[in-house]
C-alpha cells in the first residue's frame, strides 16, 4: 500500500529479466510410424507443445516423379480451401491455399492423421523421426506444412515464434480503487492507496530466433512523491505467497522498492502479483 503525499498523476515500474545461455541440444521423438523419414523442429520453444500430422500419403513412379494421394479411407472435399484433386487421384495445393489461416489448422486436425505423441519441448532441437513419406502439418507457433519423399526424407523448419513474458510497458503496474484497476486517481494527504504489479512469468524467452532460460525477475518501483508501507509488501506466483527466503524485498534511502524472485526452476506461465 501506498500513504499519499499528494495528488497522484502517474505510476510506473520498471521489470527486468536476468538470462542464462542455453546450450544447443536435441531431442529426438520416436513415432514408431516404420518409414526412414524425419521432420526436425531448429530454434524449439522449451515449454512449448509440437504434434505433427500426416495430411497426405506419397507415392513414386521409381525416378525422380512423386504424387501425394488421399489416404485410404478419407475423402477430401472439392470445398476445401487448401487442397484440389486431379483426374487421377493426384492431390496439389491450391494458388490461394493460406496455412497460416486458424481455419486449415483446425482442418488439418480433424482431416490428418496425427503421427506419434504431442510433446512438449525440452531442448532447442525437436525431431520426429521413423516417418513414411507423405505430406505433413507440423502444429506449433510455425503452422508448418513440409512433405517428405526419396529425394528429400529428412526436412527441416524453423520455429521463428517469439515467445515470453506478458509485460506491459508500465511493468503491469495498477491502482486499485474500489476493487477496479486503474492507473491514475486522486487523493486528499493522508490517504492509502492499495496497488499491485501483475505480469505472466514464463521460464524461457524466444527472441529473434534465440531460446534463453529465465533465472531471475527484478521489479523497481520508484514512488513519485509516495511513501509505500514496507510491511504490508507480498509477493505471489499464481495464488501461493513466497515465503521470506523464496524472495527478496528492499528499499532504498529514497523509499525506491527493489523485488528479486529468483527463477532457476521456475513454475511455469503464471500471474505475479505484489
Same mark, same amino acid.
Given at each position: 500500500m501506498k500513504k499519499i503525499r499528494k495528488v497522484i498523476t502517474t505510476i510506473?515500474?520498471?521489470? +527486468?529479466?536476468?538470462?542464462? *545461455?542455453?546450450?544447443?541440444? #536435441? !531431442? +529426438?521423438?520416436?513415432? *514408431?510410424?516404420?518409414?526412414?523419414?524425419?521432420?526436425?523442429?531448429? &530454434?524449439?520453444?522449451?515449454?512449448?507443445?509440437?504434434?505433427?500430422?500426416?495430411?497426405f500419403d506419397a507415392t513414386t513412379d521409381g525416378a525422380d516423379g512423386f504424387a501425394y494421394l488421399v489416404p485410404s479411407g478419407k475423402t477430401l472435399e472439392a470445398s476445401n480451401a487448401w487442397f484440389e484433386k486431379d483426374n487421377a487421384g493426384n492431390v496439389s495445393a491450391k494458388p490461394t491455399a493460406d496455412f497460416s489461416d486458424s481455419a486449415f489448422v483446425a482442418w488439418a486436425e480433424s482431416f490428418g492423421t496425427q503421427v506419434g505423441s504431442t510433446v512438449t519441448a525440452s531442448d532447442d532441437t525437436l525431431t520426429f523421426d521413423q516417418l513414411t513419406y507423405g505430406?505433413?502439418?507440423?502444429?506449433?507457433?510455425?503452422?508448418?506444412?513440409?512433405?517428405?519423399? +526419396?529425394?528429400?526424407? @529428412?526436412v527441416s523448419v524453423i520455429d521463428k515464434n517469439d515467445v *515470453?513474458? @506478458?509485460?506491459?510497458?508500465?511493468?503491469?503496474? &495498477?491502482?486499485?480503487?474500489?476493487?477496479?484497476?486503474?492507473? =491514475?486517481? +486522486? #487523493?486528499?494527504?493522508? @490517504?492509502?492507496?492499495?496497488? !499491485?504489479?501483475?505480469? &505472466?512469468?514464463? &521460464?524461457?524467452? =524466444?527472441?529473434?530466433?534465440?531460446?534463453?532460460? /529465465?533465472?531471475?525477475?527484478?521489479?523497481?518501483? =520508484?514512488?513519485?512523491?509516495?511513501? /509505500?508501507?514496507?510491511?504490508?509488501?507480498?509477493?505471489?506466483?499464481?495464488?501461493? !505467497?513466497? #515465503? !521470506?527466503t523464496a524472495r527478496t524485498i528492499t528499499f532504498n534511502a529514497t523509499g525506491q522498492m527493489t523485488i528479486v524472485i529468483p527463477w532457476v526452476t521456475g513454475t511455469g506461465a503464471s500471474a505475479t502479483s505484489i
Open positions: 510506473l515500474a520498471a521489470l +527486468t529479466l536476468v538470462f542464462a *545461455g542455453l546450450p544447443v541440444s #536435441a !531431442e +529426438t521423438v520416436h513415432t *514408431g510410424a516404420g518409414g526412414d523419414g524425419t521432420i526436425t523442429i531448429s &530454434n524449439a520453444t522449451q515449454g512449448k507443445q509440437y504434434s505433427i500430422y500426416k495430411l505430406y505433413y502439418f507440423v502444429k506449433s507457433s510455425l503452422g508448418a506444412v513440409v512433405t517428405l519423399n +526419396t529425394a528429400a526424407k @529428412d *515470453g513474458p @506478458d509485460i506491459t510497458v508500465d511493468g503491469g503496474k &495498477n491502482l486499485i480503487v474500489n476493487n477496479q484497476k486503474v492507473k =491514475t486517481t +486522486t #487523493a486528499k494527504i493522508g @490517504d492509502t492507496i492499495n496497488f !499491485e504489479i501483475t505480469f &505472466n512469468a514464463t &521460464n524461457f524467452v =524466444t527472441s529473434g530466433g534465440v531460446t534463453e532460460r /529465465i533465472t531471475k525477475y527484478t521489479i523497481v518501483d =520508484t514512488p513519485s512523491d509516495l511513501a /509505500i508501507n514496507q510491511s504490508s509488501v507480498k509477493v505471489f506466483v499464481g495464488s501461493t !505467497e513466497l #515465503a !521470506e
